[in-house]
């Protein structure tokens, strides 16, 4: 339990579930005071989502509650609160429910963990076992300055998709895809709600959506292939006040299929996430060192570029 590989497996694990969990949460909606007057009647698709994009300008928070399943990989639940006036900040509790890395993760003891997110840093609250590992110490940081040299292209996509991304990505993908079509009305959790859908081409939307640089961005293209991803089905229900009300997404990896539901509730809920006490606290990069490891080596690299 206490070999160099197990801890790797264990601080990956944690990595993999708190991205996936904010991959889940970015893409969100806008407060409910800009868009109360705002029908999901629109001369078209288009202009629909610019409308839900619009309304998002003002937005602050929401609950938020997530399934996800990477292939054979993992598959998890998700729920908390996050903001994204400042970079994506909030608390999950994610809770493992299958695969290959939730059953290792089990044998460390840990079927679930906090993941808190502040907008230089993400933290991850292991299990007592876990914490036997790092010295007593029950909470990981991963700085995302870190995380940009720990996985090439995807590192530095993670960094800058937190620090900058707003939380509309889905109704941004739609935009992107010029593929966007309405669906219908469809009542979700009965809240009466339009339903659009598209495909995006993902390699393309990361070009479009962020800042990194051209070798970043070939970087993060070539691990997409390698990882078996080539195009992503997006699918959204936005209610009368241009709000999000759900966001399913679903594409194929080289493990099986990568899917994603998640439901966006109680808008300007209270998030006050702050960071753990530095005591209890270990950082992910000081781990690596204390193993031989950097970020950016390649044992590190292949490690997260396969997952994310």
């Known amino acids: 339990m206490k070999s160099t590989r197990m801890r790797r497996v264990t601080l990956s694990i944690a990595l993999v579930s708190a991205l996936a969990g904010v991959a889940a949460c970015s893409s969100g909606s806008g407060k409910d005071d800009k868009a109360a007057d705002k029908g999901t009647t629109r001369v078209s698709p288009i202009a629909a989502l610019q409308s839900a994009e619009k309304s998002t300008d003002g937005a602050d928070t929401a609950k938020i509650e997530s399934t996800t399943t990477l292939g054979t990989l993992m598959s998890m639940k998700s729920d908390g609160v996050m903001g994204w006036s400042d970079g994506l900040t909030g608390d999950m509790t994610i809770t493992y429910t299958g695969g290959t890395l939730a059953e290792t993760m089990r044998k460390t003891g840990s079927t679930s963990m906090q993941a808190r997110y502040l907008s230089d840093a993400y933290y991850a609250k292991m299990g007592q076992a876990f914490a036997k590992q790092v010295g007593g110490k029950h909470w990981v940081r991963y700085a995302y300055d870190d995380l940009a040299k720990l996985a090439g292209g995807s590192g530095a ?44 081409n993902v390699s393309d939307l990361a070009a479009k959506s962020s800042r990194l640089t051209a070798s970043q961005l070939a970087d ?89």
């Open 157 to 200: 996509f993670l960094k800058d998709q937190m620090q900058n991304s707003s939380p509309n990505q889905s109704v941004k993908l739609l935009l992107a895809s010029g593929d966007v079509k309405k669906v219908g009305d469809e009542t979700v959790r009965g809240e009466k709600t339009t339903h659009y859908a598209g495909t995006v």
């Open 220 to 308: 993060l293209k070539k691990q997409f292939t390698q990882a078996g991803i080539t195009t992503e089905d997006v699918d959204i229900w936005v209610n009368g006040k241009d709000l999000l009300v759900k966001a399913v997404s679903k594409g194929e990896l080289s493990s099986g299929t990568m899917s994603s539901t998640t439901y966006y509730s109680d808008y300007g809920v209270k998030v006050s996430a702050v960071a753990p006490p530095a005591g209890d606290t270990a950082d992910f990069k000081d781990l690596l060192k204390a193993q031989g490891l950097t970020p950016g080596s390649s044992d590190t690299s292949s490690g997260s570029g396969t997952t994310n």
